[in-house]
C-alpha cells in the first residue's frame, strides 16, 4: 500500500518560515520524481516544487528564492522549506509521487499552511 504522509503545516506570521515532510512508503522511492503542490480555496492546484530522480528541481515563479525543495533517498522523505511567507502562500499543500516510467502518481492528504499579515 503506497502512503504519502505530509507534516509540517501550521500557522505562521508573513515573513516567517515553515518546513514541510513528506514520508512515503509502498513504493521505490529513488524512482519517483516528489513534487509539492498547494490548492487555495477556490484556485486550482498548482505546482510550487519539484525534485526529480536526476537530482534537479524546479520552482514555481512565485516561491523562487524563498523555498526549497529536497529529498532524503535513505529516509523516503521529501522536504519544502519555505521562507519568507506571504498571504498568498496560504493553502493546503500536497505531496505527489510520479513514478518514473509507470505513469503513475500518488498524492498524500495535504496539510494546511496558514499565514497571518
Known amino acids: 500500500q503506497v502512503q504519502l504522509v505530509e507534516s509540517g503545516g501550521g500557522l505562521v506570521q508573513a515573513g516567517g518560515s515553515l518546513r514541510l515532510s513528506c514520508v512515503v512508503s509502498?513504493?521505490?522511492?529513488?524512482?519517483?520524481?516528489m513534487g509539492w503542490y498547494r490548492q487555495a480555496p477556490g484556485k486550482q492546484r498548482e505546482l510550487v516544487a519539484r525534485?526529480?530522480?536526476?537530482?534537479?528541481?524546479d520552482y514555481a515563479d512565485s516561491v523562487k528564492g524563498r523555498f526549497t525543495v529536497s529529498r532524503d533517498n535513505a529516509e523516503n522523505t521529501v522536504y519544502l522549506q519555505m521562507n519568507s511567507l506571504k498571504p498568498e502562500d496560504a493553502a493546503v499543500y500536497y505531496c505527489?509521487?510520479?513514478?518514473?516510467?509507470?505513469?503513475?502518481?500518488?498524492w498524500g492528504q495535504g496539510t494546511q499552511v496558514t499565514v497571518s499579515s
Open positions: 505527489n509521487a510520479q513514478i518514473v516510467g509507470s505513469g503513475r502518481d500518488y
Open positions: 525534485s526529480t530522480t536526476a537530482g534537479t528541481t
Open positions: 509502498g513504493i521505490i522511492f529513488r524512482i519517483a520524481h
